[in-house]
């Protein structure tokens, strides 16, 4: 048991946290700075300090430097992780591209490929967009409709795809198509393509949220092209390459999450001595006290998970599914501190700012926020059948 | 970074589960639950002084192992999870009185004979609730004596020592100067006697304070803690097992969702509850200025998935898990049992609160 990271890790902590100070200004850092800006123009500066921050070294962590990335340890992408969410530092704009699909094309991809997407993508030049759900294809992602027909030296697409992050912001986007006929096969006949969203076939609209934002949206394509050398995995063998994409969840940690949240939890009991309940601080109200120390204890527990991931990535092992059991802690853990918020401010929560001087705007965004997160990347109900299926090895 | 047991902890592990299976399994706590007597099975007190697992806490210079909490947590999840009967837990916990405030000449007397389980332990700490003494002592000291109905008491009635909490710190009781009433309890891997005491001779432990009693109390939390966390995977364990293969509407009744979804949610509870107990030993161990905290959420979520965990082994195996037959009932009433013991998970998170809440 040794819960210190080594000295290399910390060294280059050190150099991160020098770094935020030096080129994260305070105002970015509070949510009032944003509010106000529209969604083009909060994207496009998340866009450019992402690039700064690509540019100056602090970008693909663990990935390998001949492809742009840093060449580092677990612990210190978990070291990053934690930093940038205790600066409270911008999101950043390529979520799917870092998570999914550059991994994908380490692992799978051709030698090409490598050269061309890693680095663009670290730096913000393309922005990467992820095409696997469907109207009729949600958690049941076999269901996938969508068709690429191989005519010649590229295939053509038709077809819809839906809640698409970033759908708006996207250069690019990896779809997966039915290239042929499965014929009964559900799995069979699929193939993931690097399709340009800058053409005339694709057309994007934008799907308002329940936050009133609207950072997804819908993809059509309409005799869309995209060449043949665009498939990522080989053609037919898009089920296989989808589901190792949706594995390189598995190597993170959740220590970035649980930062996050602990943040926000310690905003809400700061919340709590303020507010006034009965005369009293709603702080010294015995069922508020016992909701708050509740979503700590979930919340600590995420952190103690977030060490045992680290600890097994660190000696090169693979989670596996596992990975399911994390998406689920984080999320739940997240959706508590969101419940407990809520109770917490009652009517209040309907309102963005209750009282002179205070602005729930940030706390009730992130509330809403955490419905979503029990549903997108595998539904707590899909997480929950991989966990009792795999790991305890129940039958279907 | 390592979130894991050392080769060492883990030989110790092996060791202990190993002794148990061999020894004294599933059919022998059995035998024992049916079976009249003081409630120490002879031969495995004997064992479990000679393998080391009553001195682990001891220092060197005391005969003891002069080991961690989270070696000692170990045992006591091992324990947990093969329901072992015993005053193990009040024997380590005396000694974690002595070790913490006893004076030299008290140690010298009593620490190598409880490592070595010549001597039998029983401690009697609170009055209800999760507060240090004066709050929550459950007996008065005036004169060098002590008064007070200290409830029931795991094992009292064949411990050699007591050690009680009164107003103004721990105290060192004789068995004897006290009015000791034995009880029939549901769990049936303890026995319990309500103590009662009126003027009995006590010595005080010199270095006592309410913050030692609360380090006390503390760190029988997380004992308790790791106990209740070994009988919730192992309820889990064996609930799965049996929904492989218990067959109803023509297929097994582990693959029906509302059972499997419910199942699954329970393995991500006591994974986070053997996280919990796991961390709250080592910051005992390191000194970490959170371990107050690290306490009470392992006891508070170890109480919690105990009681789940155990609850659903009854209901997942259906008829036969309301039989005495069957060993459910056991884990369920070794959980109910610690899941009170050493404030329970309300307490637990009411400590929470006052620690994040008030504290500033």
Known sequence: ?396 | MKFQLTDEQRALQDAVKAYLRDKFGPAEVRDFYNTDSDGVPADLWRAIGEQGWLAVLVPDAHDGLGLGLLDCAIIARAFGSATVPGPWLGTVLVGEALRLAGSESQQKALLPQLAAGEVKGAVALLRGGYRPSPAGAPATAAGGKLTGNLGLVDYASVADVLIVAAQDGLYLVEPGAATITPHESLDRTVRLATVELDGAVAERLEGSSPEVVQELLDRAAVLAASDLAGTARKALTDTVEYDKTRVQFGKPVGSFQAIKHHLADIHLGVTNAEYAATYAAHAFDIEAPDRQLAASIAKAKCGDMASESTGAMIQYHGGIGYTWEHDSHIYFKRAKRLEYSFGDASQHRERIASLMLDAI
Not at chain 1, 11 to 35: I, K, Q, S, T
Not at chain 1, 79 to 91: S, V
Not at chain 1, 326 to 350: H, N, P
Not at chain 1, 386 to 391: D, K, L, T
């Open chain 1, 1 to 396: 048991m040794d819960l210190r990271f080594s000295t290399e890790d910390e060294d280059f902590r050190a150099e991160l946290v020098g770094w935020l100070e030096a080129n994260l200004p305070p105002e970015m850092r509070e949510r009032a700075w944003w509010v106000g800006k529209s969604d083009a123009e909060q994207f496009e500066i998340r866009r450019e300090w992402e690039a700064g921050k690509a540019a100056a070294g602090f970008a693909g962590i663990q990935w390998p430097t001949e492809y742009g990335g840093r060449g580092g340890t677990p612990g210190m992408k978990a070291i990053y992780d934690e930093q940038m969410a205790k600066a409270n530092a911008p999101r950043t704009v390529n979520p799917l591209g870092l998570a999914f699909l550059g991994p994908t094309v380490m692992a799978i991809g051709t030698e090409e490929q490598k050269r061309e997407i890693i680095k663009p993508l670290l730096h913000t030049e393309v922005i990467w967009c992820q095409g696997f759900s469907e109207p009729g294809a949600g958690s049941d992602l076999a269901a996938l409709q969508m068709k690429a027909e191989p005519q010649g030296d590229h295939y053509v697409l038709n077809g819809q795809k839906i809640w698409t992050t970033n759908a708006m912001h996207g250069d690019k986007i990896f779809v997966l198509a039915r290239t042929s006929d499965p014929g009964g096969a559900r799995h069979a006949g699929i193939s993931m393509l690097l399709v340009d969203m800058h053409q005339e076939g694709v057309e994007v609209r934008p799907l308002k949220q329940m936050t009133g934002e609207s950072e997804f949206g819908e993809v059509f394509f309409t005799d869309a092209v995209c060449p043949v050398e665009d498939v990522l995995g080989g053609e037919g063998n898009g089920w296989q390459t989808a589901m190792l994409l949706l594995s390189f969840e598995r190597g993170s940690s959740a220590i970035g999450q649980y930062t996050e949240f602990r943040r926000q939890w310690d905003a809400v009991a700061t919340l709590a001595r303020q507010l006034d309940r009965d005369g009293a601080p709603a702080s010294q109200d015995p069922v508020m006290r016992q909701q708050l120390a509740s979503s700590l204890i979930e919340l600590e527990c995420l952190k103690y998970h977030s060490w045992h991931v680290l600890t097994q990535t660190s000696q090169g092992k693979d989670l596996g599914f596992e990975a399911s059991m994390t998406k689920i802690m984080w999320s739940e853990a997240f959706r508590k501190v969101s419940d407990t918020y809520e109770s917490l401010v009652g009517t209040a929560f309907q309102v963005a700012d209750p009282s002179p001087g205070t602005s729930l705007e940030e706390l009730t965004t992130m509330a809403l926020w955490s419905r979503s997160c029990t549903i997108w990347g595998g539904s707590q109900q899909v997480q929950r059948t991989i966990v009792a299926e795999r790991v305890l090895g129940l039958p279907r």
